[in-house]
């Protein structure tokens, strides 16, 4: 069955750390994709990054940084040098494409990582 | 470009009463999918609509519908409110059923 399991709860850091959030998932599929979404206290997902699963290559966007690691089912997320404007809940997500004839649109996410970053 | 909109933002019911919500999703993207946030369960995926057509539906009762109109408008109902449909109701977007999707703001349904 597919999963999706964010262990970190809640992280608080200062301005100006560096924060990995962690996200392992679990699907018996070859072909799937991986999200990250950012949940601001306005409550609208922000789509950050999709990933599909013949592309291992890691991904760097501004402050921002993927590890994608399919020998251990990881997709994690780096954000260098914390800003207050990330203070957010930040959820990782998978869609089973193949089960879904190529639809993405079944997200499985996971329970979500609240960060607070602090001035 | 404007992104997908939810109608109602805000919604008060009574138990027993049924909802509509209503999302436009952004001009050009035909795939809408609906999505219930609650603190216990998380983000639970309740169907993706494409071209007017249901195309795959998460594990929630009858009383859970949707619907798709022409000009990729959504709307979901839900009848027979329960205490436990208390929840935020997400709608997102994507240009078809193979891209990432958008979402919007939600509507935020309080069962009283």
């Known amino acids: 069955a597919q999963k999706v399991t964010q262990a970190q709860t809640e992280i608080s850091v200062v301005e100006k750390e560096d924060v990995t959030l962690d996200c392992v998932y679990e699907?018996?599929?070859?072909?799937?994709?991986l999200f990250w979404y950012k949940q601001p206290p306005s409550g609208e997902l922000v789509f950050l990054i999709r990933?599909?699963?013949?592309?291992?290559q890691n991904e760097i966007s501004g402050r921002y940084s993927w590890n994608f690691q399919k020998s251990t089912s990881s997709f994690n997320f780096t954000i260098t040098a914390s800003q207050v404007v990330d203070s957010a809940v930040y959820f990782c997500a998978l869609s089973e494409a193949r089960n879904y004839g190529g639809s993405q649109g079944n997200l499985i996410f996971g329970k979500g990582t609240k960060l607070s970053v602090k001035p | 470009k404007a992104g997908v909109t939810q109608t109602p933002r805000y919604l008060i019911k009574t138990r027993g009463q049924q909802v509509t919500l209503s999302c436009s999703p952004i001009?050009?993207?035909?795939?809408v999918s609906w999505y219930q946030q609650t603190p216990g369960q998380g983000l639970q995926f309740l169907f993706e609509?494409?071209?007017?057509?249901?195309?795959n539906k998460g594990n929630f009762p009858g009383r859970f519908s949707g619907r798709q109109f022409s000009n990729s408008r959504s709307e979901m109902n839900v009848s027979t409110l329960e205490l436990g449909d208390s929840a935020l109701y997400l709608c997102?977007?994507?240009?078809?059923?193979?891209?990432?999707?958008?979402f919007g703001p939600g509507t935020r349904l309080t069962v009283t």
């Open positions: 699907t018996r599929d070859t072909t799937y994709y």
């Open positions: 001009s050009g993207h035909r795939s």
């Open positions: 990933r599909n699963s013949f592309d291992e």
């Open positions: 997102a977007s994507s240009r078809d059923t193979t891209y990432e999707q958008y």
């Open positions: 609509y494409f071209s007017e057509t249901q195309r």
